[in-house]
């Protein structure tokens, strides 16, 4: 019977019942497992996304920082090229330096020289004034005894005819005084004359000098126009025949020179990275003709002087042109260049 009182006629009641009272549960089972199933492909979904977001930024970052690192070392060579360029400028200016230092030391010493010769002309000069104001003093000394014997003798001429007796004394006194006033006057045209060719000798001198100023002035003048076309005409040569020296595609080698205590310190590094080592000049010959061997490219000889050397314009040069034209690649294409030119007919 059923719960309501009546008696089941259905075939398989009672399987109805119990399949009737099966499947709804196994149905919210299953819709559990179901939403389960569901709310974890969410998770995992989102999970996903959050994953292939991090992915794709952390794929743009790894992309910018190499761009940003191609960059830096774009810029890191730029900046490596500028700092040679600037170095080597700063050396040339130096040397320049130190050969105007050079030059200047020579001219303040011929400064001195013809401060010295003026010197001594002055003094000359003021010598033969001295002489030329006491034979001054000595002509009114002459001018005054001969007046005053001019004055004797009118006194004489005037006694002549008071005193007969001694016509003769007056006579013999009157020669000498005569022959006193000739020698007088001699002496003083001697002395005159003395003066005139002492004051055409100062003024000889002092042409000489002026000339000599003038002419000092003109060779400088001279010589600074045609350093000045030198170098103008070098500038154009090197642009329109040659390129300018660098370092890049180069084998580069540093060599520092200096002197201290009377001897020549020599040191060197390789590549432009670590610390200079000390070497002898000869053992430094051995090592770079042995690199320039082995470098295609050739070498890039920097020379570094520092600012206090203890070096003379000439010390330093020589070294320089030394290293550059016997190992330096754009220097040894010059000094090729030269032998052949002196070589050809």
């Known amino acids: 019977m059923s719960d309501e009182g009546f008696t089941d006629l259905r075939l398989n009641g009672r399987g109805t019942e119990i399949q009737e009272g099966f499947w709804p549960s196994f149905t919210d089972i299953m819709t559990v497992v179901v939403m389960i199933f569901l709310i974890a492909m969410v998770v995992l ?9 991090q992915l794709r930024a952390t794929m743009e970052a790894e992309r910018i920082a190499a761009e940003l690192a191609r960059a830096t070392g774009e810029e890191k060579d730029t900046l490596s090229s500028a700092l040679h360029r600037a170095e080597e400028r700063a050396q040339q200016m130096q040397l320049e330096i130190m050969r105007l230092q050079d030059k ?16 001594g002309l002055t003094n000359e000069r003021d010598d033969l004034t001295q002489q030329a ?5 000595l002509r009114e000394r002459l001018e005054a005894d001969v007046e005053r014997r001019q004055a004797q003798l009118e006194q004489a001429q005037q006694e002549i005819d008071a005193k007969q007796l001694r016509l003769n004394a007056s006579e013999r006194t009157i020669a000498t005084l005569e022959e006193n006033l000739t020698q007088v006057r001699e002496r003083y045209d001697e002395s005159q ?10 003024s000889e001198q002092r042409e000489t000098i002026d000339e000599s100023r003038r002419l000092e002035q003109e060779i400088e003048r001279r010589y600074l126009v045609l350093v000045d076309d030198f170098d103008d005409l070098k500038v154009k040569y ?10 890049a595609g180069r084998h580069l080698v540093e060599v520092r020179y200096r002197k201290e205590g009377g001897a020549y310190l020599i040191s060197w590094r390789e590549g432009g990275e670590g610390s200079f080592q000390s070497i002898k000049r000869s053992q ?23 600012e206090n050397s203890g070096l003379s314009y000439n010390e330093a040069w020589e070294f320089t042109s030394h290293m550059h034209s ?8 010059d000094t090729a260049a030269e032998q052949q030119a002196q070589g050809s007919p």
Do not use: C, W
């Not at 090197?238 to 370092?247: E, Y």
């Open 45 to 53: 979904l989102v999970r996903n996304i959050e994953l292939v977001s």
């Open 104 to 119: 200047t030391l020579r001219n303040e010493t011929l400064i001195a020289e013809q401060l010295r010769a003026i010197t």
């Open 133 to 137: 104001a006491q034979l001054m003093l």
């Open 193 to 202: 004359d003395h003066a005139e060719r002492l004051q055409r000798t100062v």
């Open 238 to 247: 090197d642009k329109l025949v040659r390129p300018a020296r660098t370092s």
């Open 284 to 306: 430094l010959d051995k090592v770079l003709t042995r690199l320039a061997g082995q470098k295609e490219n050739g070498l890039y000889v920097k020379v570094i002087i520092p």
């Open 326 to 333: 016997n190992y330096d690649y754009y220097f040894k294409a």
